[in-house]
């Protein structure tokens, strides 16, 4: 039987009053994966996808006709950092980040909950927000409230944004406050969601919490799904829990969410990690990963990571990926690579572009044989291309046996 599962696609517009149009075009039979396209004001969005993170309206080592060239069609900012940084005026003076970063693609924006745990040393927690010592100022302070993180996100303009959620550290052992996260994360979606001003033009994203509990990940997504908004985000992962939790929770949470309307699960960029949720159902992924490895002298391939900065390389001669077609691989070998990783700026901007055009690669052929009906081989030969001695690890065995893929 084909692993294809074609759909009736009619075709719709993003209106004024419709921000955000999702269509799966194709399903795989034998997993959760499909092929879909998001229609949003800036651009169309081929999914599954993945955003590279330009946290503050810039993907490190990147100019905007850089990653233009890339076939990017939407990429991720930074609503903490952003709003501290050159502030919400001066982003609505400059008509939104679009206009200040001069980038003609699709945006979204987190909302600043991550930093709940990223700076938790600096955080302070409470039913009205959360309050900040400012990075830029260690003796003043930021409060984050739901209005604020979404009147910060109105200035930037993304085409998606994110609630303000109340994250926990995924690894917490105390449920109780686990539970109160949950229904604090909930009421400050409606918060967020009376708050918003430009919902015409934006897009506001639910996030699914619980952390590895999966009766709260279902009441999570339960009363999420009860609220009017145009696509789901699955959060409180890839925070340090074990790669079993992980899949799990990926798996459940896919199967809560609408099949009509995107899920994007925050946080995760390994290329793996990318096969394996796409199997499981996950339509947007985001990352720093491909940039920020980058500045470590690492390039991402097909059969895993490269560290440039190892002797083996000073006098190969090879491309990073012979198959690769980036201006880093057409023009400059491993040997040249070698001498310059971790020490000359320019390298981290050559690997920022192979790593990004890693990125949006793999992308492509997950969707092409979700389109072919020949995605279940195709993630048997990427694993097997991975792991040529088939030791595979339990977890990914686990994850796609869950969807009907047996390893070769």
């Known amino acids: 039987m084909s692993a294809l599962k074609k759909l009736v696609n009619t075709t719709k517009m993003v209106t004024e009053k419709c921000p955000l149009v999702f269509n799966v075009l194709a399903e795989c039979e034998t997993t959760k994966a499909r092929v879909g396209k998001m229609c949003l004001p800036h651009s169309d969005v081929d999914t599954p996808v993945f955003m590279p993170v330009g946290t503050q309206g810039t993907l490190k080592g990147l100019l905007p006709d850089q990653i233009d060239s890339l076939g990017l069609q939407i990429m991720l900012s930074n609503t903490y ?160 829990e074990s790669k079993d939790d992980f899949w799990k929770m990926v798996h459940l949470s896919t199967g809560l969410l609408p099949k009509d309307k995107p899920r ?29 490895t980058a500045r470590f002298g690492c390039a991402l391939t097909m059969t895993g990571q490269l560290n440039l900065r190892q002797k083996n390389y000073k006098k190969d001669f090879r491309p990073i990926d012979e198959n690769c077609t980036c201006s880093t691989c057409k023009t400059y070998t491993r040997a040249y690579l070698h001498g310059i990783v971790t020490v000359q700026t320019v390298a981290c901007h050559l690997l920022s572009v192979h790593n990004v055009a890693f990125q949006m690669r793999l992308m492509k052929t997950i969707r092409d044989s979700i389109t072919n009906g020949t995605f279940p081989e195709f993630v048997q030969k990427y694993f097997l291309n991975l792991f040529p001695e088939k030791d595979y690890p339990k977890w990914i065995v686990d994850a796609l046996n869950a969807v009907n893929i047996k390893l070769l």
């Open 264 to 292: 994007y699960l925050m946080g995760v960029g390994f290329a793996m990690d990318l096969v394996v949720c796409s199997a499981l159902g996950v339509d947007m992924f985001d990352c720093v990963f491909p940039t920020r």
């Open 81 to 240: 950092h952003l709003g501290t940084r050159p502030g919400p005026e001066i982003l609505e003076k400059a008509g939104g980040l679009h206009n200040f970063m001069n980038w003609h693609g699709s945006l979204l924006t987190d909302s600043g909950g991550f930093q709940m745990v990223s700076l938790l040393k600096l955080a302070e927690i409470n039913e009205e927000g959360v309050k900040f010592q400012s990075l830029n100022d260690q003796k003043s302070e930021v409060m984050l409230t739901p209005e604020h993180s979404i009147h910060i996100q109105n200035a930037i303009g993304a085409d998606i944004i994110m609630q303000l959620d109340d994250v926990i550290k995924t690894t917490s052992p105390d449920k109780d406050r686990i539970e109160v996260s949950v229904h604090r994360t909930t009421r400050w979606l409606d918060r967020c969601i009376k708050a918003h001003k430009n919902p015409n033009t934006q897009n506001i994203f639910p996030i699914v919490q619980g952390t590895l509990y999966p009766d709260l990940r279902e009441l999570s997504a339960k009363d999420h799904v009860r609220r009017d908004v145009r696509g789901f985000a699955i959060g409180g992962l890839s925070g340090g």
